[in-house]
């Protein structure tokens, strides 16, 4: 088996459905199957998943409880047996091309550790899916008013990247975890994602240990998929401080800068 994809999957609605069928629709030359975990959800998306498990198009996996994201990935990949990962959201389409392509690329290029595509919403914009590594003060900007304050939008900018060509290959520092490609031997090799993360900052994390071991981070804009996102973690000041995702927010942040602070 040349390619495992892993998915996880919480009370999801209809997106498992829409990412399962056009993966479905892939034309590779190689063996790929789905491995799909579901977070002990209680809407209709897991009667499809189990739908698809019982019929074997997929390999499903019930959790008795939410495993959080990379928990969830780290289960998948534990029941996978291709000899590369694609760790993907839900909430994400494909075409018939992307598996194909992104492994065509991957194989070509050994000292790839994680490789991402360019992410695009259904209106055709752009994800701003590639960051540079930052300070806990970067991302504090970023959750507040200050990201629209000189000084401050100037440095919030240069975190996210706002002036990167999303048109260029090229490696990068950290991408957003919502598709990565992987060699399962370098997903083993780093210890799958860090369990102490139940929800964000996970896909940092994995790609500084990625490159702690010599891989490269490489955002390969010629492969598109498209990713109907919702931020978890959204909303004004005054919300977010009431919303639950937002303090699993400020503690991930605190776990990652705390694990990787002396390599500042």
């Known amino acids: 088996m040349k390619l495992s994809v892993t998915l996880v999957n919480y009370n999801q609605k209809y ?13 590779t030359d190689f ?6 975990v ?15 498990g019982e019929s074997a198009t997929i390999k499903f996996i019930k959790s008795p409880e939410n495993l959080g994201y990379g928990r969830g990935h780290n289960l998948a990949a534990e029941n996978s047996i291709g000899e590369y990962v694609l760790i993907m959201n839900v909430d994400i389409t494909v075409e018939k091309d992307t598996l194909q392509r992104l492994m065509d690329y991957m194989t070509k290029h050994k000292e790839i550790g994680i490789l991402g595509p360019k992410l695009i919403y259904h209106n055709r914009d752009v994800q701003a899916s590639c960051r540079r590594d930052m300070s806990f003060t970067d991302l504090a900007i970023k959750r507040s008013p200050l990201r629209h304050i000189p000084p401050f939008k100037n440095r ?5 990247m706002k002036d990167f060509d999303h048109k260029k290959t090229q490696e990068v520092d950290l991408l957003v975890g919502a598709f990565f490609l992987m060699k399962k031997d370098v997903f083993d090799e780093v ?5 102490r993360y139940f929800l964000f900052m996970e896909d940092f994390d994995l790609c500084k240990k990625v ?21 978890l973690s959204q909303g004004g000041i005054l919300e977010q401080f009431t919303k639950k995702t937002f303090w699993l927010h400020v503690s991930s942040a605190i776990k990652y800068f705390w694990k990787w602070r002396k390599t500042r």
């Open 31 to 36: 063996e790929y199957e789905i491995v799909a």
């Open 15 to 27: 997106f498992p459905r829409m990412c399962i069928e056009s993966l479905k629709q892939s034309v």
């Open 38 to 52: 579901d977070n002990n959800s209680t809407d209709e998306s897991v009667e499809y998943l189990e739908q698809e």
């Open 211 to 231: 490159r702690s071991r010599g891989y490269k981070i490489v955002y390969y804009p010629e492969v598109e998929a498209v990713h109907y996102h919702k931020r």
């Open 191 to 195: 210890g799958g994602f860090d369990p």
């Open 156 to 160: 919030c900018e240069r975190y996210l």
